[in-house]
């Protein structure tokens, strides 16, 4: 069964616990028969707006949404599960796209109507940063290395439309991320902090945009909506694992012939589709192994192998030691 929605009008029938807690962060949630919904925000300095969406569940659910006019920014970090959003015929954004836990977004979409789509029984938490491209010319400097994109906006901010996929959370962004979720404070202090883990979070966002737009002035052999989908076969990897497609069925997926999708793994992420793979599950048994009392066995099947002594040797040549020896150093 799908459940479909208007996200003002529908939401606003359901949200009907909706807190201010004071004059700067409020929390609204929906709690109905196909499941939960929740939204904390907090308004910071700059008109920046702090806000985690947390969702699940147990029916699919389309929600119908439309963004109002204002030309704000919105920078989106997947903590768990992920959207798929339609928006037709508007002009400059792909019709059909993913955003997927582990990886963050960039983008400005006024005066648009959209289509998101939530999964049945699929937990989903993502932290979003609303702000205007004014707060970075309130920092004094150049604006020479920042994005073209956002160089734009800075000069002329025009209502422009775009989606941009940034590519991998990093562990840096990571820690940030998880900063926000466990502050440790309260009235002032807390919005001293979070303005300052906020600005962080976006300082690494940027910095990686220009990162990934360096890849490309060195790529003379993939144009930019090629490189989109590399990152694409990235993320189908990580939501197959333990069995990832083949590397004809992950090409064909994608629209990309295997010859190119291999050279483009080694050219923008450094290293080969196998590799990737492999390193992904190892890092997941890592967590199955602080985080779960699963049996070594056990965690080898979960991530996808067959040998456990393939296994073994493979973590100890990424961690430096083996399974039993990360689990007993960290008192597990």
């Not at 202090?189 to 910095?207: D, N, P, S």
């Not at 050279?263 to 602080?290: C, D, I, K, M």
Request: net charge negative.
């Amino acid at each position: 069964m799908t459940i479909h929605l208007t996200g003002t009008e529908d939401f606003g029938e359901f949200c009907e616990d909706v807190q201010l807690f004071n004059d700067y962060e409020g929390k609204a949630q929906l709690s109905t028969w196909f499941g939960k919904y929740s939204h904390r925000w907090t308004s910071l300095r700059h008109d920046i707006e702090l806000a985690i969406h947390e969702s699940e569940y147990s029916e699919t659910v389309i929600i119908e949404g439309e963004h109002d006019d204002l030309p704000f920014l919105t920078s989106k970090f997947f903590l768990c599960g992920g959207v798929r959003t339609t928006t037709p015929n508007v002009p400059g954004v792909s019709d059909d796209y993913d955003e997927v836990a582990g990886y963050n977004y960039l983008f400005c979409l006024p005066n648009i109507r959209e289509f998101e789509h939530f999964p049945a029984n699929q937990r989903k938490q993502c932290i979003n940063i609303y702000w205007y491209p004014d707060l970075l010319s309130s920092f004094q400097g150049s604006f020479d290395r920042l994005p073209a994109l956002l160089q734009q906006l800075i000069e002329n901010p025009i209502k422009q439309r775009f989606h941009q996929p940034l590519g991998t959370t990093t562990p840096a962004m990571r820690l940030v991320l998880k900063q926000i979720l466990q502050c440790p404070f309260q009235e002032t202090l807390k919005l001293m902090y979070l303005e300052a883990k906020v600005l962080e979070l976006l300082t690494l966002q940027i910095a990686q945009w220009e990162g990934n737009q360096q890849v490309l002035k060195r790529s003379l052999y993939f144009r930019p909506n090629e490189i989109e989908r590399l990152y694409h076969a990235k993320a189908i990897l990580n939501q197959t694992l333990p069995h990832p497609p083949s590397l004809m069925n992950l090409a064909k997926e994608i629209g990309l012939n295997d010859f190119k999708l291999k050279r483009g793994f080694r050219e923008v992420f450094g290293t080969t589709v196998l590799g990737y793979v492999q390193s992904l599950r190892l890092e997941q048994a890592q967590q199955l192994l602080r985080g779960t009392n699963l049996t070594i066995p056990e965690i080898a099947a979960q991530v996808g192998y067959e040998s456990i002594s393939h296994f073994g040797y493979l973590f100890k040549r990424q961690f430096g030691m083996t399974p039993r020896e990360y689990r007993r150093q960290k008192g597990l």
